[in-house]
C-alpha cells in the first residue's frame, strides 16, 4: 500500500508531533521563543522579578538575601537574575514527575502567575495540579488578609520592639473561626544552647537564621496574650483579589523551608513582613529597604497607614484588639466595686473565705463577678511566675466548682482602648533651648531613632516602661558647639500590679549605656557610662507610681583626665502617667564612688510632658547637681 511506503512516515511523523503538541514540541521550541521575550521585555531587570528573587537593589553588582540554594533553579541564580529567568522558563515546561507539587509550576507559583501576565506561553506548557497549594491556599474560600501587631515584651531582647504576623481570614469551611485562620510568622532560629549574650551578639551581627512558618492563629494568641501578657491588634488590609493572590502566591514559595539571614535590627520580622506585604503591590512601594538603617514593626502599620486605595482610603482598616490576660484582669477589675474587690483579696490570702462567699450579702450575679476576676487573677499569677503553688492551684479548682453553680452572666462590651496608631511614630527630632545658672542661654538639637520614653504616650507601647535607641543631643552657644549626650540604648521596667487585685509586683529594672557630659558643671568633660540597676515600684494611684532604684554605674571618662570608677546610686522617684496630654516624672539620686573618684553626690531632676497631637509634644526639664542648675524647654517632633 502508498500509505506504507517509507517516505510517508518520514513526511507524516513530524507533522502528527507538532500537531498534537507533544512534550518535544513544548519542551523545545516553546522555551526558547519565551527566552527571545523575556530578554527583549528585560524581564529580568523588572523590579517585581527582582522582589520575588529577594534581589537588594536592582543594582548589577545585587544579590538575593535568601541564603538558601534551594529556592533557585539556576545555579548562579542568587547573583544572576537572567540566569535564574531562563532556568525557571524552562522548568515551567518539564514534564511532571511523580511528585506533582515539587514541580516548578507548583514551588514558584508566585513566579509561573506573574510571568504568565507578563509573556505569551505559546504554546503554553500543560498545567500542573498542585494540590498541597490548592489546601493550603483555599483561594475560593478567602475573605481577606490582616496585619497583626504584637506589644512589646521586656523579657525578650528581640522582642523588645513588638512583633509583627500576618493573618489569612477565611470566609467558610473548617478553619473560618478567627482563632484557626492560618497565620504567618518570620523569627531566627537560634541554637538552644546559647547564653543571653551569644543569643544578643548573634541576632546583631547575623548569626541566626530566619525563616517563615504558619500556624493556627490560636496557637499566637495562646504564646503572646496568654503567657506572655502582650496585645494583639488586629488590621485588616483593603486589598483587591488580585493583591491578596500575589501575596500568598509568594508566601507559598517562602514556606518551603527558606532561609534568609536574620539582623535584630533590620532584617527581622518588621523588615520580612513587610516585603511579604508589597508583594500585593507589583509596583514597588518600598516600605522599606535595605539601605535603612532599622526596622520596627509598628513602622510597618504607620506607613501602611499612609498608603492609599484608588478610591482615597487607607489600605489599614479599623484594628480589632485581641486582649492579653492582663488587659482582660484589668478589665474584671473596672466591673467591681470595692466590697467586692476586698473579696478577692481576701480569699486569694485566706482561701478557705470563699467558703463565706455565699453570706457575703452580695447577689448571685456578684458573687460570680467576684468569682470571675479571681479565676482570671489567678491564671494571670500562673502566667507571670509559670505555676501556682498547690494551694492556690487547690483555690483555683474550687473556684472554678463554686463558680459552676452561679448564673451565667451577659458578657459585657469592651471598654474603648486607644489603638497603637493614636500612639506617636517611633522616629524623634527635637528643638529648644537650655539654660545653666546665670550663663547665656544655648540651643539643644536631637534626633532618636527610637521609641518611646516613660513620659511619651503610651498608646501602642508599654505602660511605665522605656526603650530608647540611638538618641543624639548637639548643643550650641555663642561660641561652639559639642555633642552634649550620646544614649546607645536606655532601658526601664517599673514593674507594676495592673490591679490592687494582685497584691505582688514584679522586680523592677533599669539598664543603659551612653557617652556623654560627666556633670552639669563647666568642665566638659566626656564619659562612657554603663548602668544597671534592680528595684520597686508601686501604685499609688491608678496614674501614679512610685519608684526606688539601686544602681550601679561603671564610667570611664575620656580626654585629658582619664579615669574610670565604680559608682553605688540608690534613687527614689514617682511617674504621673496618663494616656492623655500631660505626664511627670520627678526623682532624685545620690551618686557614692566605691572605686575611683565621683563629684556628683546628689542630683534631682524634674520633667514634665505636654503633647500637642501624635506628632508634635512639648518637654520641660530642671534639674540640680550641687550648686548647679539647669532648665530646658525642646519641642519634640516625630515621624
Not at 563647666?522 to 532604684?549: C, N, W, Y
Request: a negative charge.
Amino acid at each position: 500500500m502508498k500509505g506504507n511506503h517509507p517516505l510517508f512516515w518520514w513526511l507524516f511523523y513530524p507533522l502528527l508531533l507538532i500537531g498534537l503538541g507533544t512534550p518535544l514540541a513544548a519542551e523545545t521550541l516553546a522555551p526558547q521563543t519565551l527566552l527571545q521575550s523575556a530578554t527583549t521585555k528585560k524581564i529580568a531587570q523588572h523590579s517585581y522579578w527582582l522582589r520575588l528573587l529577594h534581589y537588594r537593589s536592582t543594582a548589577p553588582t545585587s544579590k538575593s538575601e535568601i541564603v538558601s540554594q534551594d529556592f533557585f533553579l539556576d545555579p548562579d541564580g542568587a547573583q544572576n537574575p537572567q540566569a535564574e529567568l531562563n532556568a525557571t522558563l524552562r522548568a515551567f515546561y518539564e514534564p511532571v514527575g511523580e511528585n506533582p507539587d515539587q514541580h516548578a509550576q507548583c514551588r514558584f507559583i508566585a513566579r509561573f502567575h506573574w510571568l504568565q501576565q507578563k509573556l505569551e506561553f505559546s504554546p503554553a506548557p500543560p498545567l500542573v495540579e498542585c494540590t498541597r497549594f490548592q489546601r493550603w491556599a483555599g483561594l475560593s474560600k478567602l475573605d481577606s488578609l490582616s496585619v497583626v501587631f504584637v506589644s512589646a515584651y521586656l523579657d525578650n531582647p528581640a522582642s523588645f520592639f513588638g512583633h509583627l504576623l500576618v493573618k489569612i481570614n477565611l470566609k467558610e469551611g473548617l478553619f473560618a473561626h478567627p482563632l484557626l485562620s492560618p497565620t504567618l510568622n518570620f523569627g531566627a532560629s537560634p541554637d538552644p544552647a546559647d547564653n543571653a549574650l551569644v543569643y544578643a551578639v548573634k541576632g546583631i551581627f547575623g548569626g541566626y537564621s530566619g525563616r517563615f512558618s504558619d500556624e493556627r492563629f490560636y496557637n499566637f494568641q495562646h504564646i503572646y496574650g496568654e503567657n506572655e501578657l502582650r496585645d494583639l491588634w488586629e488590621y485588616p488590609l483593603k486589598l483587591t483579589e488580585a493583591q491578596q493572590h500575589r501575596v500568598l502566591f509568594h508566601t507559598w514559595e517562602l514556606l518551603q523551608d527558606i532561609h534568609f539571614e536574620y539582623y535584630f535590627f533590620l532584617e527581622n520580622c518588621a523588615y520580612r513582613m513587610a516585603e511579604l506585604v508589597a508583594m500585593a503591590w507589583e509596583e514597588e512601594i518600598n516600605l522599606y529597604s535595605p539601605s535603612e538603617f532599622w526596622a520596627i514593626p509598628v513602622d510597618v502599620f504607620f506607613r501602611l497607614q499612609r498608603l492609599r486605595t484608588p478610591d482615597g482610603q487607607s489600605v489599614l482598616g479599623k484594628p480589632i484588639l485581641v486582649p492579653s490576660r492582663q488587659r482582660r484582669l484589668q478589665w474584671k477589675t473596672l466591673d467591681l466595686n470595692e466590697s467586692q474587690q476586698d473579696w478577692v483579696i481576701r480569699i486569694q490570702r485566706q482561701p478557705e473565705q470563699l467558703n463565706k462567699l455565699e453570706q457575703s450579702g452580695l447577689s448571685p450575679e456578684a458573687q460570680a463577678q467576684v468569682l470571675d476576676a479571681l479565676t482570671d487573677l489567678l491564671q494571670y499569677q500562673k502566667a507571670r511566675e509559670e505555676m501556682l503553688s498547690e494551694s492556690l492551684q487547690n483555690l483555683r479548682q474550687q473556684v472554678l466548682l463554686r463558680r459552676s453553680e452561679l448564673p451565667i452572666l451577659v458578657k459585657k462590651p469592651q471598654p474603648l482602648t486607644p489603638d497603637p496608631l493614636k500612639g506617636h511614630p517611633p522616629l524623634r527630632t527635637q528643638f529648644g533651648g537650655f539654660q545653666r545658672n546665670d550663663t547665656e542661654p544655648g540651643i539643644e538639637l536631637g534626633i532618636r531613632a527610637a521609641y518611646h520614653d516613660l513620659l511619651d504616650p503610651v498608646h501602642g507601647h508599654l505602660p511605665y516602661a522605656e526603650l530608647q535607641a540611638l538618641d543624639l543631643k548637639i548643643r550650641f552657644d555663642e561660641a561652639r558647639w559639642w555633642i552634649h549626650q550620646l544614649k546607645f540604648f536606655e532601658i526601664q521596667n517599673l514593674s507594676v500590679s495592673p490591679t490592687r487585685l494582685d497584691t505582688v509586683s514584679g522586680v523592677s529594672w533599669r539598664t543603659s549605656g551612653e557617652w556623654q557630659e560627666e556633670a552639669l558643671d563647666e568642665s566638659q568633660h566626656k564619659v562612657m557610662r554603663l548602668v544597671g540597676g534592680i528595684g520597686q515600684s508601686i501604685a499609688l494611684h491608678p496614674d501614679l507610681v512610685g519608684f526606688t532604684f539601686a544602681d550601679t554605674i561603671l564610667q570611664s571618662r575620656t580626654g585629658s583626665m582619664p579615669e574610670t570608677s565604680f559608682q553605688l546610686q540608690p534613687a527614689l522617684g514617682v511617674l504621673w502617667q496618663t494616656g492623655d496630654q500631660w505626664s511627670m516624672l520627678a526623682q532624685s539620686s545620690y551618686r557614692q564612688p566605691l572605686l575611683g573618684e565621683s563629684a556628683i553626690g546628689l542630683s534631682t531632676e524634674w520633667e514634665g510632658r505636654w503633647q500637642v497631637n501624635s506628632k508634635w509634644g512639648l518637654r520641660f526639664t530642671w534639674q540640680q547637681q550641687g550648686t548647679v542648675q539647669e532648665a530646658k524647654v525642646l519641642i519634640h517632633h516625630f515621624w
